[in-house]
Structure formats: structure tokens, C-alpha cells
């Protein structure tokens, strides 16, 4: 197959109707790097012009063998001559977020940057951040770049681009730190209308992949909660416990007017190609409702 040929994986998503509930990627804990710049297909690894190639890894190494997550981030548009080096330290785990951040001199002080936030200041303000890596998937550039471009001329403060955030076929996709919130076809959707919600305490359910810091399931459970008593809070619906049988779970939430028990079961879908470059066609997870009751 000619890949230069093939219909967008985003293209190819929205004509299967893809569901998007329960496929946010795993994450209690996030650093955000500044690399103003291209980056290239990986942006630590492959963007020599803006960090050096082995600098980048030891970085990505360190970070993610404290397990934590890590993504570049750059403003929208025309940058400085003089590049910054600003980061962001988040913990998302669900009732103990929180977002610190910093600037250091360049791109050797995120080697030596406390992953617990310590050496900035606890943020006022959230981040939001729109997959923009284009060199990763062609659609996070036809499609992330204009939800940013919004986003950015309504708040530019909190607004940036980021590198691959994962879930290419749900582009544009977006990131809201600390709470880990994680967005997809955000370009199909009102982009400011949804930040203007989520600094009002609420989210959009029709485009709300899930919660980085929950399991798959309690993401997949919330979204049917959420759908079927409009419990638009963001603090809303939290797990209470998750029980995981051999192709079920079940999910207690705790709702407005008591638990809520809600049943689900896990299958995989038809084989897909999940990202533009993407060769090989795979299965993905797929939670169905099976019943859904006070608990």
C-alpha cells in the first residue's frame, strides 16, 4: 500500500466512528520540556537543531525510568530568536494534582531538574496542550495546528504545542494539565469552548477520551455515566472501586445522588491502522456497556 496515497488515519476514524471513551493514555505524572523549534519524528531524539540528540535521550531516559510521562512543548507561531527553556511538572493522580513550573538556562538543566517540581513554583494557571508534531503523524499538523491557533488567540498564556501525545486517529488531541484531562477530534469540536469549560469546572463528554491517571475502564465507565445523567464536572464520577473479571468490569462511581455501578465488557476491535505510517493493521480495545445501575 502506498502510504502517501492512504486516506488520513483521522480521516479514516471519523469515517469508521471510532469511539474515543476509554483511550486515554496512561500518565499520574507529566514533564513538559520547552524545545522552541522543528522537531523531528521523535522531537528529544531527532531534532539535532534544536537539542542535542544525546542530551535528549539521557533526559527521556531519566524521566521515564521515574515513570513519568514526557512531552516537548513550544508556543504557536513566529518564535524568538533567543530561544527559552521553560518546564512544567505535573501531578495528575486523581484529588492530589498539582502543576509546578520553571525555566533554566538551556537544554542541560532538564537533566538535572527535580521530577517533583521542587526547583519552580506551583502554577496559578493550567496548561493546554495540542498535539502539533507533524513530522510524527501528518494529521497532528493538518489538524492540531489550527485547534492551537484558537485556543492560543484566546489564551496564550496556557497555550502551547506539543509533541506526540498518543491516539494519532483521534486528531486534534489535547492535554489539560494538572488534571491529566485528555481531549481528542478537539478540531471538529468548539477548541475555545472547551478550555472556556474547563476553567469553569466542566468538560465535554463527546470529546473527552478520558482521564490519564485512571484505568481504561473507570474512563469508559465515566463516559457512560456522564452520558446517561449529564454530569458534566470534572470532579464528578470518581471511582470508588473497579473489579476486572475475565472479559468484564465492574465499576462503582460515586454520583451525585449515591454510587453508581456500571457494567462493562471488554472486546477489540476490527483490524485498523491507528497512525498515518502505521503498515501493519491492529486490534484495539473497545468497552461496551452492558448494564448500568444505582449501586
Not at 499520574?28 to 524545545?35: G, M, N
Not at 532538564?110 to 494557571?125: E, R
Not at 485556543?151 to 489539560?176: K, N, Q
Not at 465488557?265 to 491502522?273: F, H, I
Amino acid at each position: 500500500m502506498n502510504i502517501l496515497k492512504r486516506i488520513p488515519c483521522s480521516d479514516q476514524s471519523l469515517r469508521r466512528d471510532d469511539p474515543m471513551y476509554g483511550t486515554a493514555g496512561a500518565g499520574t505524572s507529566w514533564v513538559l520540556l520547552e524545545l522552541s523549534g522543528g522537531w523531528g519524528p521523535s522531537a528529544f531524539l531527532q531534532s539535532p537543531a534544536v537539542i542535542d540528540p544525546d542530551l535528549g535521550r539521557a533526559i527521556v531516559r531519566r524521566v521515564e525510568a521515574a515513570g513519568m510521562r514526557i512531552a516537548a512543548i513550544r508556543r504557536h507561531g513566529r518564535r524568538s530568536a533567543a530561544p527559552r527553556w521553560r518546564w512544567f511538572v505535573a501531578r495528575s493522580t486523581l484529588g492530589d494534582e498539582a502543576l509546578y513550573a520553571g525555566e533554566v538556562d538551556g537544554p542541560q538543566g532538564y537533566l538535572d531538574l527535580a521530577l517533583d517540581g521542587s526547583d519552580g513554583v506551583v502554577s496559578p494557571d493550567p496548561v493546554v496542550a495540542v498535539c502539533a508534531h507533524g513530522r510524527h503523524d501528518q494529521c497532528c499538523a493538518v489538524r492540531g495546528r489550527g485547534a492551537i491557533a484558537a485556543i492560543t488567540a484566546a489564551y496564550p498564556d496556557i497555550a502551547w504545542e506539543c509533541s506526540h501525545l498518543g491516539g494519532d486517529r483521534f486528531a486534534a488531541t489535547m492535554l489539560v494539565l494538572p488534571e491529566g484531562l485528555c481531549y481528542g477530534r478537539v478540531d471538529s469540536a468548539d477548541p475555545v469552548e472547551l478550555v472556556r469549560m474547563y476553567l469553569d469546572g466542566r468538560l465535554d463528554n463527546r470529546f473527552l477520551r478520558g482521564r490519564t491517571s485512571l484505568p481504561h475502564a473507570v474512563q469508559a465507565a465515566q463516559y457512560f455515566a456522564r452520558e446517561k445523567y449529564g454530569d458534566d464536572r470534572i470532579a464528578g464520577l470518581a471511582p470508588l472501586s473497579v473489579e476486572r473479571g475475565d472479559n468484564s468490569h465492574r465499576v462503582v462511581l460515586s454520583g451525585e445522588h449515591g454510587p453508581v455501578e456500571v457494567i462493562l465488557e471488554e472486546g477489540w476491535s476490527e483490524p485498523l491502522l491507528s497512525q498515518c505510517h502505521a503498515k501493519v493493521p491492529g486490534r484495539v480495545r473497545i468497552f461496551t456497556l452492558v448494564s448500568m445501575t444505582p449501586g
